[in-house]
């Protein structure tokens, strides 16, 4: 490499160098010199020591060099101020500098700025700083969030302790009333004069809401609890759908609605509990009911749904339907939608919520579709059951069975 070529290399690569006695004192210069001391100076004759005080404290070390005993000393990360005020990072290194015979005759002395890297270094050493501040912050918050967690875990429990024992407190002595008053509605005590009937009759409806929300509220803490027991049996689901219909057509009959039910035919047994099944299809229909208003058309179709290996029991009416906003909450704990509130219905926005927890049991699915001022349709499926039944379901899957309620 001719000299020119190796001093561009050295400028390029700010690399600098100066070759010293064996006295420490400046021989020569050479690469990108304005890196190699703070002075402008001439250094040449001048002791290196002079020149770089930051080898001040380590001559002996310089002296093993000398002496063939050391093969280098480093100096990392050593900063300077350039004239221009800049700071600027360097790495001195010191090495035996040897004549044609191999006699160490000084040192040599190489000076390289590392200053692009330092700047890196230290943007890393800074961000690694923070992100460590962060980790401890996140950390922090994590326990706080943690500690708060367990808190609101603990009131919920609590919570759901108290409307437990609430409603069963509630519940009991409701039995006894509602038993009078069946009597009482029954003339068990004497005959009634139709004043005191009517009369009757509104405790009796009041009697069967509080009844209803007790038995709703107990239903809610048995779910959160995780207490919910299901008796999974094959069961004919038109047949208990027609149960329900039967059960439900004194709500209709005041409002003067027409419930149509409709099966395919030869449908196999669907797995599930008859009870709760009942409880689902019930309160879907209850509140197609509350929903429509007088004279409204209601329909229950049962069919086999799209996703292989389930039933779909689908409750269609043409009441008020739900606003597009108030669809995604519909089925949280108490949510009602506006257009409910315009009926008048009663309610406490539970049904929806215990009727997906009791159709997820199930390992069933529930949706629905509705536009408002059309009406809507809630859709669940059941799984078959995949063992055969005593039972038949043909001679139920009369196609569409209908009902006229009026
Ligand atoms: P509740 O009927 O006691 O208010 P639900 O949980 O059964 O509670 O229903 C939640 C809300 O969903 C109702 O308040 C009503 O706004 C809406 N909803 C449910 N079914 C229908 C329906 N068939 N038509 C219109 N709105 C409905």
């Given at each position: 490499?001719?000299?020119?070529?190796?001093?561009?290399?050295?400028?390029?690569?700010?690399?600098?160098?100066?070759?010293?006695?064996r006295?420490l004192?400046?021989?020569?210069?050479?690469?990108?010199?304005?890196?190699?001391?703070?002075?402008?100076?001439?250094?040449?004759?001048?002791?290196?020591?002079?020149?770089?005080?930051?080898l001040?404290g380590s001559e002996a070390v310089l002296a093993a060099i000398l002496a063939g005993e050391l093969p280098r000393f480093e100096?990392?990360?050593?900063?300077?101020?350039?004239?221009?005020?800049?700071?600027?990072?360097?790495?001195?290194?010191d090495l035996p500098y040897?004549?044609?015979?191999?006699?160490i005759?000084g040192l040599?002395?190489?000076?390289?700025?590392?200053?692009?890297?330092?700047?890196?270094?230290?943007?890393?050493?800074?961000?690694?700083?923070?992100?460590?501040?962060?980790?401890?912050?996140?950390?922090?918050?994590?326990?706080?969030?943690?500690?708060?967690?367990?808190?609101?875990?603990?009131?919920?429990?609590?919570?759901?302790?108290?409307?437990?024992?609430?409603?069963?407190?509630?519940?009991?002595?409701?039995?006894?009333?509602?038993?009078?008053?069946?009597?009482?509605?029954?003339?068990?005590?004497?005959?009634?004069?139709?004043?005191?009937?009517?009369?009757?009759?509104?405790?009796?409806?009041?009697?069967?809401?509080?009844?209803?929300?007790?038995?709703?509220?107990?239903?809610?803490?048995?779910?959160?609890?995780?207490?919910?027991?299901?008796?999974?049996?094959?069961?004919?689901?038109?047949?208990?759908?027609?149960?329900?219909?039967?059960?439900?057509?004194?709500?209709?009959?005041?409002?003067?609605?027409?419930?149509?039910?409709?099966?395919?035919?030869?449908?196999?047994?669907?797995?599930?509990?008859?009870?709760?099944?009942?409880?689902?299809?019930?309160?879907?229909?209850?509140?197609?009911?509350?929903?429509?208003?007088?004279?409204?058309?209601?329909?229950?179709?049962?069919?086999?749904?799209?996703?292989?290996?389930?039933?779909?029991?689908?409750?269609?009416?043409?009441?008020?339907?739900?606003?597009?906003?108030?669809?995604?909450?519909?089925?949280?704990?108490?949510?009602?939608?506006?257009?409910?509130?315009?009926?008048?219905?009663?309610?406490?926005?539970?049904?929806?919520?215990?009727?997906?927890?009791?159709?997820?049991?199930?390992?069933?699915?529930?949706?629905?579709?509705?536009?408002?001022?059309?009406?809507?349709?809630?859709?669940?499926?059941?799984?078959?059951?995949?063992?055969?039944?005593?039972?038949?379901?043909?001679?139920?899957?009369?196609?569409?069975?209908?009902?006229?309620?009026?």
């Amino acid at each position: 490499m001719n000299l020119p070529v190796a001093q561009l290399i050295l400028q390029d690569r700010k690399i600098a160098y100066a070759i010293t006695d064996r006295n420490l004192n400046v021989v020569e210069v050479s690469g990108a010199v304005n890196i190699l001391w703070n002075s402008r100076q001439t250094s040449l004759g001048r002791s290196l020591l002079d020149l770089v005080p930051e080898l001040v404290g380590s001559e002996a070390v310089l002296a093993a060099i000398l002496a063939g005993e050391l093969p280098r000393f480093e100096l990392a990360w050593v900063n300077r101020e350039t004239a221009e005020g800049h700071t600027i990072y360097l790495t001195l290194v010191d090495l035996p500098y040897r004549d044609q015979t191999g006699r160490i005759t000084g040192l040599i002395h190489l000076v390289e700025d590392v200053t692009e890297m330092g700047t890196i270094d230290q943007r890393l050493a800074q961000q690694r700083n923070e992100l460590r501040l962060l980790r401890d912050q996140l950390a922090r918050q994590n326990l706080e969030l943690t500690a708060a967690n367990a808190e609101l875990q603990r009131l919920d429990e609590m919570k759901s302790t108290f409307v437990s024992v609430a409603a069963h407190e509630l519940r009991t002595p409701l039995a006894p009333i509602s038993g009078y008053m069946e009597m009482l509605l029954d003339e068990d005590f004497g005959p009634l004069t139709d004043d005191q009937r009517e009369r009757l009759e509104i405790v009796e409806r009041n009697v069967r809401r509080l009844l209803t929300i007790t038995n709703s509220l107990l239903d809610v803490t048995r779910i959160e609890t995780g207490r919910v027991e299901l008796l999974l049996q094959p069961a004919d689901l038109p047949a208990l759908v027609e149960a329900v219909a039967a059960e439900f057509g004194p709500q209709l009959e005041p409002k003067a609605q027409r419930l149509t039910l409709r099966a395919s035919p030869g449908l196999p047994p669907a797995l599930c509990d008859e009870t709760r099944a009942m409880q689902i299809i019930g309160n879907l229909l209850s509140n197609a009911s509350k929903y429509t208003p007088q004279g409204g058309l209601i329909s229950i179709t049962v069919a086999p749904a799209e996703e292989e290996g389930f039933l779909q029991v689908s409750v269609t009416d043409n009441g008020v339907g739900i606003p597009a906003e108030d669809q995604p909450k519909l089925f949280n704990r108490f949510f009602r939608a506006k257009s409910a509130v315009l009926t008048r219905a009663s309610g406490a926005g539970l049904g929806l919520y215990i009727t997906r927890a009791l159709v997820e049991l199930h390992d069933g699915r529930i949706w629905f579709e509705s536009e408002p001022g059309k009406g809507s349709t809630f859709y669940v499926t059941f799984p078959v059951a995949d063992r055969p039944v005593a039972f038949s379901s043909s001679d139920l899957s009369v196609n569409p069975i209908s009902c006229n309620r009026q």
